[in-house]
């Protein structure tokens, strides 16, 4: 099992622990394969000035030691050429890479759009192109050649009507079953939020791989039909992209403005698609929430997957500029294939910012030597993290864990009814040291319970933990460091009178934050809310309170089992103890 970070312990999901990979200023989408030699390739966007303006171009750099350090950054297109923007890089049998990206080549200085402030940027349009690297990415072609995409119906509506293509790509193509196929997003109007309308396409080439002659290359448009992958509802539906799963078929995900990343199946090659739908955990099961950002799927060679997203979402089709917002921390579900579906685990938190208003996003999954890495983005500074591979191995196993953590455990009771029980509570770490801690429970609440306490650790003072069952039957914590004081509540509507439940209870000191796992399931926020977990102060010192702790003191009904922790539980180890049963 993962070993989070403990008291004084750094924290390696901290993003500011990672090491840098260079750029100009502005910077986005590091994407990284492994050349033939083993050296690392990143292909980034960049640019002196922030996304958009004039000098945004393609780069290249090489690092020989996976990501700690790097050489100079390497022109795939020129700073004062026409703008080149968002590259995707392809390895190919041979040691071939291929760079793909959007490429103003006909230096148009001005688009149409639907407001003034935006009419003059002019990365998002124009021609695909790619130039290759013969040399591990060292050097690459002077020459760059054009990638055909089919004109839709989206295109022949924009203010062109598809003589100027809008599109843009993010991620990295992927190999499947012989071919390679490429995410992009079309887009129709700029606008409100700039891109005001979207679906998503791919790319095919079923000769990549084996053709030499950059100019012999063949591609394909798909799905097939006048339009792309939409959203379920509204007009916004971009940054696709996909992986193969064992039975043939393909899987997507994509970003949408309606609290959800939408998702779609394909069971011939691409050329047709399921209809829209929002992701969900498991099939017909609930739904992911996601703001519009990238929520990238990757597959790695054990069969396996994962999905980094936000873990929040609300409708914002009225608002689709205020969807950009909170993307920090950075989450991983874990996903294994059942029935020709993939199915998602609860998630785990995988990197975050001191900071809530940064944005970590755009990442790369780099698997080398058995060691797996995360490259990430916050605009002006991009970044290589290493991922414990046990915390990938919990989220990918949590659907058969049944077994109740026994590392941290520093307090288990358990009886008959430990309603109005006393006991020792253990220390419990600073929180401002990162430290964290859990509270795991079995309860059978009765109609009488709204309102009771089902733990209190306070002093007189007030410092110290309370857990109660709220009047709308939401279980609450109170943080009190005898300084300042935090709360936050479990989603309404999970939890009913005279039933057994499991919640686990997560206080988190490295992001600063409360989570919340009832019955093997991470509160999301529900319908009533657009965040699930809570954060508290970053100053909260220890809440350790008085020598005894009241378990249940006015409890009516059955309090079957309380553990605390003197560290902070995964959740995929919260919901074991849920597997695990009482």
């Not at 100079?72 to 923007?85: K, N, R």
């Not at 500074?381 to 191995?393: C, F, G, T």
């Not at 109740?404 to 009814?417: D, F, T, Y």
């Amino acid at each position: 099992m993962s070993l989070p970070a403990s008291e004084g312990v750094k924290d390696g999901r901290n993003i500011k622990w990672g090491a840098e990979i260079p750029r100009e200023h502005y910077c986005d989408q590091p994407y990284v394969v492994v050349a033939e030699g083993g050296h690392w390739v990143c292909v980034l966007t960049t640019g002196r000035g922030v996304e958009g303006e004039q000098g945004q171009h393609v780069v290249s750099a090489i690092s020989y030691d996976q990501g700690r350090t790097w050489s100079e950054l390497t022109d795939i297109e020129p700073a004062d050429g026409p703008e080149a923007s968002w590259v995707m890089p392809l390895l190919v049998p041979g040691g071939r890479i291929y760079a793909f990206y959007t490429y103003n080549k006909d230096n148009l200085r001005e688009m149409k759009a639907d407001f003034e402030h935006i009419q003059k940027r002019v990365d998002t349009l124009g021609f695909l192109m790619f130039k290759y690297s013969d040399d591990g990415g060292i050097s690459w072609s002077e020459q760059r050649y054009h990638v055909p995409i089919r004109e839709m119906q989206i295109d022949r509506d924009n203010p062109y009507g598809g003589a100027v293509q809008y599109f843009w790509g993010v991620g990295k193509p992927i190999v499947h079953e012989g071919a390679v196929y490429m995410g992009l997003a079309k887009v129709g109007r700029f606008g409100d939020g700039f891109m005001a309308t979207s679906e998503g396409i791919f790319l095919k080439s079923a000769n990549i791989l084996t053709e030499s002659d950059p100019a012999r290359i063949k591609w394909e448009t798909l799905p097939e039909g006048e339009s792309g992958i939409r959203a379920p509802l509204g007009k916004v539906a971009d940054e696709h992209n996909l992986v193969g799963l064992s039975d043939g078929s393909l899987y997507c995900t994509y970003r949408t403005v309606e609290g959800h990343n939408g998702q779609a199946y394909s069971r011939d090659g691409g050329h047709t698609w399921t209809a829209p739908e929002y992701a969900e955990y498991q099939r017909f099961g609930r739904k992911i929430k996601h703001p519009r950002a990238a929520n990238f799927v990757r597959k790695f060679s054990n069969g396996k997957f994962i999905l980094w997203f936000h873990n929040h979402g609300k409708d914002n089709r009225a608002t689709p500029s205020l969807a950009y917002r909170d993307r920090n921390p950075a989450w991983l579900c874990g996903g294994i294939e059942r029935n020709g579906y993939i199915e998602w685990s609860q998630p785990e938190i995988v990197l975050f910012d001191d900071d809530p208003a940064v944005r970590i996003s755009y990442p790369d999954f780099i698997e080398d030597g058995g060691r797996y890495f995360i490259t990430e983005t916050q605009k002006t500074v991009a970044r290589v993290h290493e991922i414990d591979p046990q915390l990938l191995e919990a989220m990918w196993n949590q659907h058969e864990n049944n077994s109740a953590a026994a590392r941290g455990l520093a307090l288990e009771l358990a009886g008959p009814n430990l309603a109005g029980a006393f006991a020792e509570m253990p220390p419990l770490p600073a929180l401002r040291e990162g430290g964290g801690f859990a509270v795991d429970a079995w309860i059978y609440p009765a109609a009488g319970d709204a309102g009771s306490m089902l733990l209190d650790t306070r002093g007189k003072d007030g410092k110290g933990v309370a857990i109660s069952m709220t009047e709308r039957w939401t279980l609450r914590i109170t943080l009190n460091d005898g300084r300042s004081e935090a709360a936050w509540e479990s989603d309404a509507g999970i939890i009913s009178p005279n039933a057994w439940l499991h919640a686990a209870i997560i206080v988190d000191g490295g992001p600063n934050m409360i989570t919340f796992v009832i019955n093997g399931q991470l509160c999301d926020g529900g319908a009533e809310r657009q965040f699930g977990w809570g954060r508290f102060s970053p100053y909260m010192l220890d809440v350790n309170g008085g020598e005894k702790a009241l378990v249940g003191p006015d409890w009516k009904g059955i309090i079957g089992k309380l553990r605390v922790y003197d560290r902070y539980l995964l959740t995929s180890e919260a919901v074991g103890n849920y597997r695990a049963g009482l």
